[in-house]
């Protein structure tokens, strides 16, 4: 084409009468601009919690809302040493069948590739790139729009799942770009939130450390300027500890505290706090609900590890906890740690009565 043709083109496009030769690239740069602000907004959001469920569930509405759709779900570890990336109650608007695991192995050929090759794939982009998902049929009956890798530092720390989107509509590749740097962000708040993990987490047991917990109980309800609202104390001790480690050595005394703090995490919620309080002694924050809640998870945990089996070296081992359960009492407690001080007077009734038992203390 010559450049009079060129000319003679430009002449017709400026004569027509909405014509405005900035208006194709206002559109594209005013869009970019806005999803600059909200990635910025975005970033400063995700970042300002180490708490894991509250950063986990910002997570999932900031997608939902940005991308417009009405599931999302996460798989992320549940522990330190975890290998694999599970559902868990990471999730909004699927339909899980609770009878199964949803959980994709660290060694799963999935992972691998989205090691490799950092990106938003739909299932046809996965199966051509790797074919069938052996082991992960459940997660594909979820049927996910898209499937998409959180990487921070390098490594996998979770994958985010999206179903279907308002108005039915496919993403298109700059959707796509956006979505991947919502999910570098999301990767970086989550790989913040392991670090701050392993500073505050017994390594032994895997339980949250003493100082964590009166953290937390002071920045909850130790502010005089805020209602305080209702919360409970469950302290735990191990009875007769000091005899497996006479009997079978320190080896056996770790094995039989791991033992225990694993049942007590498997007993709380997610917005209880377990922690080890030194030795062989466990505290657990109950927020909220009434003291009948409090005490029916202390017997919950109390006759979970005493039905538990421990072999030590062949060795069938016995485990009882004694417990002791305090409410907060706005009458009599002036500070959050009175109540923590009750719930040890509850457990020390536990013992002197007995051991293996739950005693509340109302004052």
């Known amino acids: 084409m010559s450049e009079s043709d060129n000319q ?71 522990g330190l040493d975890t290998t694999e990336f599970v559902l868990q109650r990471n999730f909004k608007g699927f339909e899980i069948d609770l009878t199964r695991d949803y959980a994709i192995p660290e060694q799963h050929p999935l992972i691998k590739l989205f090691s490799d090759h950092y990106g938003c794939y739909t299932l046809d982009d996965i199966h051509n790139a790797i074919g069938p998902l052996e082991g992960l049929e459940h997660i594909e009956a979820l049927e996910p729009s898209l499937i998409v890798p959180l990487k921070a530092k ?20 700059y959707e796509r770009e956006y979505l991947l740097n919502i999910a570098t962000l999301a990767a970086i708040s989550i790989n913040n939130a392991f670090l701050f993990e392993m500073t505050t987490t017994d390594m032994m047991t895997k339980l949250k450390m003493k100082h964590y917990f009166y953290t937390v109980l002071q920045e909850r309800y130790g502010n005089k300027d805020i209602p305080t609202k209702g919360f409970n104390i469950i302290m735990l001790d191990i009875d007769f500890f000091k005899r497996f480690n006479d009997t079978y050595g320190h080896s056996c005394g770790d094995l039989v505290l791991v033992a225990v703090a694993r049942t007590i995490a498997e007993h709380v919620r997610s917005t209880d706090i377990a922690a080890r309080y030194g030795g062989e002694e466990f505290v657990v924050l109950i927020a909220e609900d009434g003291q009948d809640t409090a005490i029916k998870i202390a017997e919950r945990i109390r ?15 016995k485990i009882t906890v004694s ?28 013992k002197q009565q007995g051991r293996n038992r739950v005693t509340f203390l109302a004052n």
């Open 8 to 78: 003679n083109i430009e002449q017709e496009l400026h004569s027509s009468e909405n014509f405005d030769p900035f208006t194709p690239y206002n559109i594209d740069y005013e869009k970019q601009i806005f999803d600059l602000r909200q990635l910025l907004e975005i970033s400063k959001s995700l970042n300002s919690t180490l708490d894991y469920t509250i950063l986990i569930d910002s997570i999932l509405f900031i997608c939902m809302a940005q991308m417009k759709v009405i599931k999302a779900g996460i798989f992320t570890k549940k």
């Open 154 to 173: 390098g490594q996998i720390n979770g994958v985010l799942i999206l179903g279907e989107r308002i108005d039915e509509t496919d993403f298109d590749p």
């Open 303 to 317: 006759t979970a590890i005493e039905a538990m089996e421990t072999e030590f070296e062949g060795q069938k081992l």
């Open 323 to 350: 417990c002791g359960v305090a409410s907060y009492n706005k009458t009599i407690d002036d500070n959050p740690k009175t109540v923590v001080e009750r719930a040890d007077r509850a457990l020390y009734q536990s």
